[in-house]
């Protein structure tokens, strides 16, 4: 079993949709981040959590540290929010990345 | 600079060849990660460094791979007698300890 499993895979959706990308881990965690790379570009940290709720325009971000999971939520949703999205924690023990596999947003007009 | 640069965006080589890939992190950074990236796949874990130490190196994929950071600062990932599977994107990240992540935007290697 993979520490860190995110849901879904792959996820397509229409314009101005909300969208909820899930995130599980298993592992003792210092913080998890939520990162973003567009299709042939870099990648970009949105969020840092290690615990409650942080919001960025038209994302927000859950952590729930007894469950042991995080929700990424896109309001209104754009193509231009067609993305990989990735859930990254770092281990509380050592302070490694241990990244989820990412979910593959597409949003359509 | 701001941000994590890395150095040469492109590098194309020769099957064999030596390589070096260089990560400039944000100043006071005291963690800094490797990854490489193949086409249409996640981020591949290579090697971690907590301060001058590598904390991991786990992730590098057999000895003719090779990453210092002697002064804690500046991260140079080598790679000896390349092969056309090292082709990818390279990407380095620093943060500090506990801190936000920030990655550069890779270094592409092509190996033909």
């Known amino acids: 079993k993979n520490e860190v499993e995110q849901s879904p895979q792959n996820l397509t959706a229409q314009e101005g949709e909300f969208i909820t990308i899930n995130c599980s881990y298993s592992?003792?965690?210092?913080?998890l981040h939520w990162l973003q790379q567009h299709p042939g570009g870099g990648i970009v940290s949105l969020f840092m959590?290690?615990?409650?709720?942080k919001k960025h325009g038209r994302l927000i971000a859950t952590i729930n540290i007894q469950e042991k999971h995080s929700s990424l939520h896109i309001t209104a949703s754009h193509p231009r929010d067609s993305a990989v999205y990735i859930c990254a924690v770092r281990m509380d023990s050592n302070y490694q990345l241990i990244w989820g596999a990412g979910t593959k947003l597409i949003i359509k007009p | 600079g701001a941000g994590v640069s890395q150095t040469p965006s492109n590098k194309v080589t020769e099957k064999g060849k030596y390589v070096e890939l260089r990560c400039d992190p944000i100043s006071g950074h005291t963690a800094l990660y490797w990854y490489r990236q193949s086409l249409g796949q996640g981020p591949e874990f290579l090697i971690y460094?907590?301060?001058?130490?590598?904390?991991?190196d786990s992730g590098l994929p057999n000895d003719r791979f090779f990453a210092v950071r002697p002064e804690g600062s500046v991260s140079t990932l080598k790679i000896q007698r390349t092969e056309r599977g090292d082709s990818a994107v390279y990407l380095c990240?620093?943060?500090?300890?506990?801190?936000?992540?920030?990655f550069g935007e890779g270094s592409r290697l092509t190996v033909l």
């Open positions: 990240a620093s943060s500090y300890a506990t801190g936000e992540l920030f």
């Open positions: 959590l290690s615990s409650g709720k």
């Open positions: 592992v003792g965690i210092s913080a």
């Open positions: 460094f907590q301060g001058t130490g590598a904390a991991d």
